[in-house]
């Protein structure tokens, strides 16, 4: 069964938590700057995308590539490009877009 964005989105917040407590900017982590971090799609876009909210920033990314398309995410987005780089990440989110598009009929 596929992975919902909602369980992706706990994934990529946890790989944030842990790439950042192995940092050496330890003393430093806001766990909690992460409790609202958000996976989106738009299936009414050409081509498979997800939009990645953390605290006020956001930023766009092409599940083909792994590439940003817009926006940004600061330091953070560093851990969100090694996430997309785990096994089966870029292709749990290319399941959730196929399933998005079958329910919308597109």
Known sequence: ???????LAGELKD??????????????LRVERYNNLKLSMDVSQNSPQVTINVGMSEAVFN???????????????????????KTNTLSALN??????SRKNGK
């Open 15 to 28: 790989t944030i938590i842990e790439l950042q407590s192995d940092a050496h900017n330890k003393g430093n």
């Open 63 to 85: 599940l083909r590539t792994g590439e940003k398309l817009n926006g940004g995410l600061g330091p953070d987005e560093r851990y969100v490009l090694r996430w997309f780089n």
């Open 1 to 7: 069964m596929a992975k919902t964005l909602n369980e």
């Open 95 to 100: 399941e959730c877009w196929q399933e998005l």
